[in-house]
């Protein structure tokens, strides 16, 4: 037992003192263009506060609301908190603390978060490139965070754009 | 006797390393200004400030962050990557002298801050490519 302790206490130094950043956190990872293209449209037009206008209706449709925002620079940043609740999870839960006769704790909510970037582009910033971001943290029944992760569904980010095309169309029209 | 003296270390350990004042915690004072500056800041031959900005944004996007908040009078921007992990960056960007840009990033990696070199040369080096410009050493 006695030969264990020195191990315990470089473990307990270990443990306590390196939590240290992941290598890749802050280095570009071989997905990153791929995901750019999916997070990117352009749209022919100069018109880049028309553009971000049309993105801030959108995100009210989506029932977000607006956080921070900087036209000089093209940025739109929002959030909403919604139920995370599932109910394949809700029934897992409920059969474990059956058999194992202690509470297991469920998703409850979750903090979505979103960000549009505009910017000129082409030769003589004839379009406007849109790119939006989502990320989510994830809070259970006993409040600790489960999940926080960027969204990569590729069809949250097309059926995003559609809307974004239909906002561009409808704030065109003045609705 | 043995047993107890390594239990005393293990237990004086835990202080050391887990057990810093609120005023150390809250100006960070355990690092160097000047050192920490060299290690978050590089100097790009260009002016346009908000083009510089453009690209931060750009390439944080590139990493995965979320932009929080962007002001282009001040120069700055704030964004968070989520991968299982929280990583918390904020880039300034101002004139230095009549031809170059201070670009200066900070960032906290869940409850600790970044004072590591490399996130900072690798986050450079992304904005370098982007930049299509050489990030100097800005000492």
């Keep these: 037992m006695r030969r264990f302790l020195p ?3 470089i473990g307990t130094l270990i443990v306590i003192g390196c939590r240290t950043i992941p290598k890749d956190a802050l280095s570009l990872s071989p997905e990153s263009f791929a995901q750019r293209q999916m997070q990117t449209r352009k749209y022919e037009t100069k018109d880049e506060a028309k553009i971000l206008a049309a993105c801030a ?11 921070e925002s900087e036209t000089k ?11 995370a609740v599932s109910a394949g999870q809700q029934v897992g839960a409920a059969l474990l603390t059956i058999l194992t006769r202690t509470s297991h704790p469920t998703d409850k909510q979750q903090k979505m978060r979103v960000s549009i970037i505009t910017r000129p582009v082409g030769e003589h910033g004839e379009y406007i490139s849109v790119r939006v971001t989502f990320q989510r943290i994830v809070w259970n029944t006993h409040n600790q965070v489960t999940k926080s992760e960027s969204l990569a569904d590729p069809q949250i980010y097309q059926e995003f754009f559609d809307k974004l095309s239909k906002s561009i169309f409808l704030e065109a029209q003045a609705i | 006797m043995k047993f107890k003296s390594v239990l005393f270390l293990i237990i004086f350990s835990l202080f050391v390393v887990g057990c810093a004042s609120t005023q150390q915690r809250l100006l960070d004072s355990d690092s160097s200004q000047v050192q920490l500056r060299s290690i978050q800041t590089r100097a790009f031959d260009t002016t346009d400030k908000e083009k510089t900005l453009r690209t931060v944004i750009a390439t944080l996007q590139d990493l995965e962050f979320v932009i929080d908040k962007a002001d282009l009078t001040l120069g700055t921007v704030s964004a968070t990557k989520l991968k299982s992990y929280a990583v918390r960056i904020t880039v300034t960007v101002r004139p230095r002298g009549e031809t170059q840009l201070l670009v200066r990033a900070n960032a906290q990696y869940n409850l600790e801050p970044i ?3 490399q996130p ?4 450079f080096a992304a904005l370098e490519k982007a930049m299509f410009l050489t990030a100097h050493q800005a000492d």
Excluded: C, E, H, W
């Design chain 1, 7 to 9: 191990l315990l206490l």
């Design chain 1, 57 to 67: 209706g959108l995100f009210q449709d989506m029932g977000f609301n607006l956080d």
């Design chain 1, 73 to 83: 620079l093209g940025v739109i940043s929002a959030s909403k908190m919604r139920s």
């Design chain 2, 115 to 117: 004072t590591d070199p």
């Design chain 2, 120 to 123: 900072y040369q690798q986050f």
